[in-house]
């Protein structure tokens, strides 16, 4: 398909069906988009108060030079208001961080998708979802935001489904991956704070995550038994946590919050009580073939009953199950504060989400930043 | 309509190829492995055989870590030093 580069703008007759015109062109996601007017453009890039040719730097895989212009034109096509491009400014730039290695990201047979969690006040000036259908459509902030990132990838990262993006299945987050965080239900201190932010600032974060996954246990009568089916299924062995101890983010209904609460739980000590139980032991990874001279490398550690030690230096073997693996445990995470706990979603039973991570705590870290920060850009 | 094009330009990074070599007769051949499934495995066997048909000489393995980034440019910097020819494959 051709992709015209050199051309800044392109200028299509009256009779020309514009949708037709953009769709093949291979600009879109598939589904239609608006077209990226100059008007409509213009209005984005004022928004934001920014030279349109200031450049936010190089997007993975492909290395396409992010302006502020190119970026524009990708939010109005994705259905963006002007007022939404400091959102999706702030998320381009955490995703651009090394530590988030958008190049693996983006191109991993694996097919994660980046999930960006909008945190302070800037969700009810925009009407970000933070409650019901939490995943799914009905808000243009939380459609149209985390499909421009999309967009953005592909028509300036190059990440083209077949050509650098290679994921095997990807997944429906890749349309659209957005969500805020239901701050005013929750007695929980936001996520933002827990990752050194005040209350009044607002963020987005960037998580490279696995589709969300529903734990549902209604017939649980304590808290303790919600909280161990989470752990349950934050430990499944088809997950990258399991060799790699990246990052979670585990979201809790408001039901289920209550029973929490009520129970006397705190976030921390829901934090903790999930890295206790979220683990899987030696045993069971040698019994899959989950362990092999390649993660040996990872830097993960393994609690063996009295030390965190690193599993490189208690391997030997990583096929043969010897008595003492059954108690070497691996948690899902590297640390406590590896797991993203977030208030957020409906009630109507008590219920959670948790989405594993794309890849282990040495290849890709969640980012914070700050939405409306002064941009370091070159010009 | 005019509209703005939302595709980028890429700015390609300017290489300066290696010289060429007019032989593989004893030269020193680093292997870079990615570090996934299987691809020390495809470098080794193209190393045999370049060792049976051409006369390679000696054969390094370097395994890049981790598998999902790019190698660091210390660990490229020290296998070309080595090295007279690198052979790069990606198994997964």
């Known amino acids: ?379 | 309509m005019r509209m703005v094009n939302p595709v980028a330009t890429i700015e390609p990074e300017s290489v300066k190829p290696a010289s060429r070599l007019t032989s593989l007769e004893g030269i020193r051949l680093g292997l870079l492995h990615n570090n996934k499934m299987n691809g020390d495995t495809l470098l080794r066997l193209i190393a045999e055989e370049l060792q049976r048909a051409h006369g390679v000489g000696s054969v390094q393995l370097v395994t890049k870590y981790p598998p999902q980034k790019p190698a660091r440019k210390e660990m490229l910097d020290a296998v070309a030093a080595q090295s007279d020819a690198v052979l790069n494959a990606i198994g997964d």
Request: with cysteine; proline share 6%.
């Open chain 1, 1 to 379: 398909m051709h992709r015209e580069t050199t051309t800044p703008f392109i200028e299509i007759a009256n009779d020309v069906d514009a949708g037709e015109f953009i769709y093949e062109r291979g600009w879109t996601d598939g589904l239609p988009v608006v077209p990226p007017t100059e008007a409509r453009v213009a209005a984005c890039i004022e928004s934001l108060g920014m030279d349109p040719d200031a450049v936010l730097g190089a997007v993975a895989p492909g290395g396409g030079l992010a302006t502020v212009e190119k970026v524009a034109a990708n939010a109005v096509m994705a259905g963006c208001r002007p007022e939404y491009m400091p959102v999706i400014v702030a998320a381009l730039q955490a995703m651009m961080d090394d530590r988030f290695n958008l190049f693996g990201v983006a191109a991993s047979t694996l097919g994660a998708a980046p999930l960006l969690i909008i945190n302070g006040p800037i969700r009810k000036a925009l009407d970000v979802n933070c409650r019901t259908n939490l995943f799914g459509p009905g808000w243009r902030a939380n459609a149209t935001i985390g499909r421009a990132i999309r967009l953005i990838l592909m028509n300036i990262g190059h990440c083209i489904p077949g050509e650098l993006d290679r994921g095997c299945f990807g997944h429906p987050g890749r349309f659209s991956f957005c969500i805020g965080e239901d701050e005013e239900g929750s007695p929980w201190a936001p996520f933002h704070v827990d990752r050194g932010y005040s209350a009044t600032d607002s963020t987005v974060t960037v998580f490279a995550g696995e589709p969300p996954h529903t734990v549902d246990n209604c017939s649980a009568k304590t808290a303790e038994q919600l909280l161990l089916t989470i752990a349950d299924s934050m430990r499944h062995l088809g997950s990258s946590n399991t060799i790699g101890q990246g990052a979670m983010v585990v979201i809790i209904n408001p039901e289920m919050r209550e029973t929490l609460i009520k129970a006397g739980c705190t976030k921390a000590g829901v934090k903790q009580f999930l890295y206790q139980h979220a683990r899987r032991s030696v045993a069971d990874l040698k019994r899959v073939g989950r362990l092999s001279e390649a993660v040996l490398h990872y830097d993960i550690h393994v609690d063996t009953g009295t030390e965190y030690v690193p599993l490189k230096t208690i391997m030997t073997d990583y096929e043969t199950v010897r008595p003492e693996d059954e108690r070497l445990m691996l948690p899902v995470v590297r640390a406590v504060d590896d797991i993203l706990l977030l208030a957020a979603g409906e009630s109507g039973r008590p219920i959670s989400v948790v989405l594993p991570s794309w890849a282990g705590c040495d290849q890709t870290l969640a980012i914070t930043r700050s939405i409306g920060e002064c941009v370091e850009c070159r010009v």
